[in-house]
């Protein structure tokens, strides 16, 4: 999926964890095959192929994905839009090349067909249809936090008691580690690098962090993180990372990103409207800010 998964499991014999783990890689595999817009064989491949043509038929599993994303895109007012994947690649290449920001006009255009409310879905049928000629979907605000959910679900299944499954820094883990004690996680310092801002201790909890410290661009002194907000076309600024803790991996991923894009102020109010969904931010200027139900005190 174009990420590192790491697998941890608690198991008492270590050629049964060995096969349980290639159980949940398997997993993570079929869902890539599923999901990716790298090649022509996935369901999305032939999704996009057909944008403005006719609706498509999907697995269930795809279809259901699909609807849950567009729930999200609703409560989110658009702030996370899978029909991001028109945007052309060259246009925001997020390099040492880019010196200056688009044209606001060709911003525009450039996200003009981002629109959730043009993905149909047939729930009769199962069928997805975009409406508009040259309109792609593509999963990478919720595809690694999905992968790392049912991965954990095949290892539950297999017997494992206690893991972690880690899609590149959004998590899930459930159980407890050998001694006893929840499993400790870590949130990335966006300043440096494989350092840690701040740690803490979870089990039957997901956490997916969202930030600008891997892909951005500095112009005129002012740092832009490479995710676009998919209503002005323009860099999100402003944000180094978030940080969203759910029951759900799937969930926590998905919202990480609109989170970035609605800002600080609005983005804390949403997520405290949400239940059992909490949120860490960490502005340009390295001031913290949280959810009401968290205490970093």
Known sequence: MGNRFEISVIGHDEKMADHQIDLAVSEIQRIEKLLTTFSNESVTFEINENAG?????????????????????????????????????????????????PNANDAKKAVSLINYQNILLNPADKTVFLKQKGMRIGFGGIGKGYAAEQAKKVLIKAGIKSGIVNAAGDLTTWGFQENGEPWTIGI????????????????????ATSGNYEKYVVIAGKRYSHTINPKTGFPVSGIKSVTIIAENAEIADALATPVTVLGIEIGLDFINQLPNIGCIIIDDFNQIYHSNNINLS
């Open 53 to 101: 043509i006719k609706p498509v038929k999907v697995p269930q599993e795809v279809f259901d994905l699909i609807s849950r994303c567009q729930t999200i895109s609703k409560i989110t007012q658009g702030a996370f839009d899978i029909s991001y994947g028109g945007i052309d690649k060259r246009f925001w290449n997020f390099d040492l090349k880019m010196t200056e920001l």
């Open 188 to 207: 990335a310092d966006p300043n440096k690098k494989e350092a840690l801002f701040s740690s803490f201790k979870i089990t039957n909890t997901s956490v």
